[in-house]
């Protein structure tokens, strides 16, 4: 009979040291500091239309015929720059992402 005592303590102690294990480590998960992580999009830093370069413009113009550029930015992905462009045609907002070359790209989220 006290070997069974002995038992169902020793199963008692253990689950609760494991409960209480479980439970700290979970808060030291919670509480610790937090890194920041990057976005999957890249991010843009906003330039003048000047700035943008004579390929990508020929393209816009090509293929936006009768649009202006109301804002353009510009960011990095994989080593190339993108650009962003944000285009306006009869009071319709239409954004653009170019390569360097003048080539659309699309952005995986």
Do not use: C, H, R
């Not at 890194?35 to 906003?46: A, D, H, M, W, Y």
């Not at 285009?87 to 003048?102: D, M, R, S």
């Amino acid at each position: 009979m006290k070997k069974i005592l002995l038992v169902v303590a020793l199963f008692m102690g253990l689950g609760s040291s494991a409960a209480i294990a479980s439970v700290l480590a979970t808060s030291n998960v919670l509480t610790s500091p937090q890194v920041p992580q990057t976005p999957q999009t890249e991010e843009f830093v906003k330039i003048d239309s000047t700035e943008i370069p004579a390929l990508v413009m020929n393209a816009l113009a090509k293929d936006y015929v009768g649009a202006t550029i109301k804002e353009a930015f510009v960011g990095q992905k994989d080593g190339m720059k993108i650009y962003k462009i944000v285009l306006t045609k009869e009071a319709e907002e239409i954004t653009v992402l170019l390569n360097e070359k003048g080539e659309e790209v699309k952005l995986l989220n």
